[in-house]
């Protein structure tokens, strides 16, 4: 069984790699893990009943030592977390945010990766996100408030980032990336001329 890592194992700060694949079939596909090679298919019912076990209302896959883009969450905000509904688990395979509201929430965040830390992190309030679910289909969905804020947080996983990492907004962190890059060019350019 797959261990959850904490801070500051350094696979937490690792970029995650997209599923490819010609052939798109769960149970095919193999990706590695610390406990070596397993389908696309094991690793989404590990990720799920360690979600469930821990409980946690979400769970990226480098949360098990696994480097690949994948999450799985629980929205059901009704019930205390060891007693959600499992219906409504979403599985998101390669999920990418394509847009988000300027309306901006800060709300309490814990995480299973910093156990015993909380912090007032600040999430767009909605998103919208392009995923594959379990089967591999294309799917879109536009959700808000504690969904969205879920869906960023593991997402964030996906890029390496942690909440305590996470001072701005998507905006703030695309600038900032957009800003590194820039610097790397620049600093490549004077490489070359100098
Ligand atoms: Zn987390």
Not at 32 to 53: E, F, H, K, N, R
């Amino acid at each position: 069984m797959l261990k959850i890592i904490t801070a500051p194992n350094p696979l937490l700060t690792k970029v995650s790699t997209e599923i490819t694949a010609n052939n798109f079939k769960p149970n095919e596909i193999m990706v590695g893990s610390p406990d070596g090679p397993m389908t696309l298919q094991v690793l989404i019912s590990v990720m799920v009943a360690t979600m469930y076990a821990n409980p946690a209302c979400g769970l990226a896959a480098p949360q098990l030592g696994v480097s690949k883009r994948v999450i799985v969450y629980n929205p059901d905000e009704d019930n205390e977390p060891d007693d959600k509904d499992t219906d409504k688990t979403v599985i998101m395979v390669n999920p990418v945010i394509k847009d988000f509201s300027d309306a901006t929430n800060i709300e309490s965040e814990t995480c299973l990766s910093l156990p015993g830390i909380e912090a007032n992190i600040k999430r767009h309030t909605a998103i919208i996100v392009e995923y594959l679910d379990e089967d591999l289909e294309v799917k879109v969905k536009s959700v808000k408030d504690w969904e969205a804020k879920i869906i960023q947080h593991e997402i964030d996983h996906l890029d390496g980032y942690l909440f305590w990492d996470r001072k701005g907004t998507l905006k703030g962190a695309l600038q900032n990336k957009y800003r590194l890059a820039k610097i790397k060019a620049n600093k490549q350019r004077k490489h070359k001329h100098g």
